[in-house]
């Protein structure tokens, strides 16, 4: 089992910043593809960013040069740094990992998801 916990949401305003957190534990391995999910109210759940089993690093259009990606095998984390918010990017954002290879950002892809976390940008 795999289980994975976010962290770090909260109210920001637009041009504010904020650091997600998402901690795993389990049977998760290193190699496996990690990423960022969201979801705002009345839409699909997209693909924010992740990283696949091999180290590449996606971005969805919307977030390039904005947010960042990483990960710190040696404690299970994975973060999101989101710079220059807009309100556009309030969802809750969820934490996904599952064992495959290829482009990362299908949520189709992931079998293990954590509870998710709030972002609000909005002045």
């Known amino acids: 089992q795999v289980q994975l916990v976010e962290s770090g949401g909260g109210l920001v305003q637009p041009g504010g910043s904020l650091r997600l957190s998402c901690a795993a534990s389990g049977s998760i391995k290193n190699y496996w593809a990690i990423g960022w999910f969201r979801q705002a109210p009345g839409k699909e759940r997209e693909g924010v960013s992740c990283i696949s089993s091999i180290g590449g690093t996606y971005y969805r259009d919307s977030v390039k040069g904005r947010f960042t990606i990483s990960r710190d095998n040696g404690k299970n984390m994975v973060y999101l740094q989101m710079n220059s918010l807009k309100p556009e990017d309030t969802a809750v954002y969820y934490c996904?990992?599952?064992?495959?290879?290829?482009?990362?950002?299908?949520?189709?892809?992931?079998?293990?998801w954590g509870q998710g976390t709030q972002v609000t940008v909005s002045s």
């Open positions: 996904a990992t599952d064992s495959f290879d290829g482009i990362c950002l299908g949520a189709d892809e992931y079998d293990y």
